[in-house]
């Protein structure tokens, strides 16, 4: 199947910057869109970003101008930058991808197991 394990959580300050990287393994033929969500404690998972195989990407208005996503699909790899972080940036992050495996004739949507970031004021 598909696995997408995701580095670079961790402890910040704000203002601080991290990245977060999301690597896919298994028996893919193809990823389509690859993205991250986030999950505050006691909040909904709420999409941030994403970017298309083409490299087309889009971010939620709570990160635009902070935030970058980029791809590299020859090693089937999404990142997110994550710059000027705020306190409110604190969640579990989730990389998500729309994959299309060998052994399935359908794309299907993969989640990671997220990691913690966490913002100090």
């Known amino acids: 199947q598909v696995q997408l394990v995701e580095s670079g959580g961790g402890l910040v300050q704000a203002g601080g910057s991290l990245r977060l990287s999301c690597a896919a393994s298994g028996s893919i033929l193809r990823i389509d869109r690859m993205g991250w969500y986030r999950q505050a404690p006691g909040k909904q998972r709420e999409w941030v970003a994403a970017v298309t195989s083409g490299g087309s990407a889009n971010l939620a208005d709570s990160v635009k101008g902070r935030f970058t996503i980029s791809r590299d699909n020859a090693k089937k790899i999404v990142l997110l930058q994550m710059n000027s972080l705020k306190p409110e940036d604190t969640a579990v992050y989730y990389c998500?991808?729309?994959?299309?495996?060998?052994?399935?004739?359908?794309?299907?949507?993969?989640w990671g197991q997220g990691t913690q970031v966490t913002v100090s004021s």
């Open positions: 998500n991808a729309d994959v299309r495996t060998w052994s399935h004739p359908l794309v299907q949507d993969y």
